[in-house]
């Protein structure tokens, strides 16, 4: 029996994405799934490492990795007109941010990557997701960028939106922001990678098909969100892009990525490899 690991975060959406796989409700066919629950920028750079057979990254982390994963199909995080919002204390001008401390959860977060197209003059602060919205009240920093439930919550504590980077994608260029991906190491065996593919879809597939178990699961790392603004977040970002990215959610990645290497924000250009 193949042990493959498994990695996500500790978000209310991950878990109703793999709710199936790590509860038992579909034919692993031979394979034995460990799950690994862990932020994603302590993802990103594990996955620099190699250490997992299977991990969601951040697509802005993806650009580093192409030499040892592939992208699979199924499992993306895209904003299909909106995503990670840049907040203050106050209302700010895109001229106002230049030069200020903006909060950010890590260098490798596609948060981070959206933000520096937006706006590159800034003092990024590398702060923990889920403690960016105290330093934004704390005045620790200028700004920050809230990720996860974060987005759904900023009008009870009082922060002003400054920019939804997704909308601000759209606008920009037509297409859905992309955020996460699930990558696959590539020294595993092709008909494994076929199988590994297929659970993922299966599992996303049955989450969608029995919403209201695959949510009860998922409460448990809601972070303090209620039912009905969970299951809004869920519906964010499990949808029919995390079935299958598609050929505008693929054009998304190529352009975001695109975008970086001509700003000089990644090293290199990259074309994505994607397992079929």
């Known amino acids: 029996m193949t042990t493959i690991h498994v990695a996500h975060s500790p978000d209310s959406d991950d878990a109703f994405m793999f709710f199936a796989l790590a509860t038992g409700k579909i034919d692993t066919e031979g394979l034995t799934y460990v799950h690994q629950l862990q932020d994603i920028e302590t993802l990103n750079q594990r996955a620099l490492r190699g250490e997992l057979e299977v991990t ?4 802005h982390a993806y650009a580093y990795l192409t030499d040892r994963y592939a992208l699979l199909p199924h499992g993306a995080s895209m904003g299909d007109r909106y995503g990670p ?3 203050a204390r106050r209302l700010m001008t895109r001229a106002e941010l230049r030069g200020k401390r903006i909060a950010i959860p890590g260098p490798l977060t596609s948060a981070y990557l959206a933000l520096r197209l937006f706006e590159p003059d800034f003092i990024p602060v590398a702060t923990p997701f889920d403690q960016i919205e105290q330093a934004v009240l704390d005045g620790t920093v200028d700004a920050g960028v ?3 439930e974060g ?3 900023i009008g009870e504590s009082g922060l002003h939106l400054i920019q939804d980077l997704g909308q601000w994608w759209f606008e920009e260029t037509g297409l859905p922001l992309p955020l996460g991906g699930n990558v696959i190491r590539k020294d595993i065996a092709d008909d494994t990678k076929k199988k590994i593919s297929r659970h993922l879809r ?3 597939a ?3 098909d029995h919403r209201g178990h695959a949510l009860d699961h998922a409460m448990q790392y809601a972070r303090g969100l209620d039912r009905a603004k969970a299951d809004t977040f869920v519906g964010m970002y499990v949808n029919d892009w995390t079935l299958d990215y598609g050929e505008r959610g693929r054009a998304a990645i190529r352009l975001f990525l695109e ?3 001509e700003r000089g924000i990644i090293p290199k250009p990259v074309d994505p490899e994607f397992v079929d």
């Open 56 to 59: 969601a990254v951040s697509i």
């Open 85 to 87: 919002r840049l907040v």
């Open 146 to 148: 809230l990720i996860h």
């Open 151 to 153: 987005q759904l919550t």
């Open 202 to 204: 299966d599992s996303i």
């Open 206 to 208: 049955y989450g969608l």
């Open 259 to 261: 975008r970086a290497a």
